[in-house]
């Protein structure tokens, strides 16, 4: 079901969402050489403490029964690692970039936005893949519009990043966001124009291309969690809530 939000909906979801952009920041400035992703993740938790808000990945149900729950407050997925890689005590390394995803929920509603680093210099063929994802994503909220349909932000993601020569992910897709983090509709990252549902005006969606260098192909790793590119490629992540608004897209998780 699609909730449309009214004007003070989307007042407490741009404060939920500026705190989530403010709280990746914060990790993002302790992203270097030697750091790992477990004291980051600890960073994070101590942030939403301060805050009063409720990391929502934490205990996150798998798949199924036999599962795990999602043991962290982020999902921390390096280099080849396209999502939901849990935090550990690999230290990074210079030259590896990080893609950290994030949501919490603050006075009712969600915020959700993820992130790809550079941890210290990077090779230019690894900035060139964040650089893609990143004007793929500026594509997809531009499409964002209403009388617009799903499709058109999919396709818009799909043609910029297969026209630069990288992949884009197929299993993995955007949603829907407000009272809780995975509302409908389901906004996936490649697709056909004027297709899926239309957007209105009050719709609120995390757009968020995940990418890769090689093959676009992905392998789900034995914890269960992380999610790989099976060619063994780099990949890159990055994630905006958008309210559909009269006068077009407006970004969420941005800092107050
Ligand atoms: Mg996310
Ligand atoms: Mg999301």
Known sequence: MIFLKSPRELQRMRRACALTCRIL??????????????????????????AGAKPLFLNYPGQNEDHPRFPGAICASPNHIVVHGIPNDVPLREGDI???????????????????????SITSEAQSLLDVTQEALRRGIQAAVPGNRVGDIAWAIQN???????????????????????EDPQV??????????????????????MTTQGHYDVVTLPDHWGVATKDGSLAAHFEHVVAVLSDGPEILTVEA
């Open 25 to 50: 920041r914060q990790m993002g400035e302790k992203v270097r050489p030697g750091a790992t992703t477990r004291e980051i993740n600890d960073y994070a938790l101590e942030l939403c403490r301060q």
């Open 98 to 120: 990080l893609s950290i995803d994030f949501g919490c929920q603050f006075d009712g509603f969600c915020g959700d936005s993820a992130y790809t680093f550079p941890v210290g």
């Open 160 to 182: 910029y990043v297969e026209s630069r020569g990288c992949g884009v992910v197929r299993p993995l897709v955007g949603h829907g966001i407000g009272r809780s983090m995975h």
């Open 188 to 209: 996936p990252n490649y697709g056909k124009p004027h297709e899926g549902d239309k957007l209105r005006v009050g719709m609120t969606l995390a757009i968020e291309p």
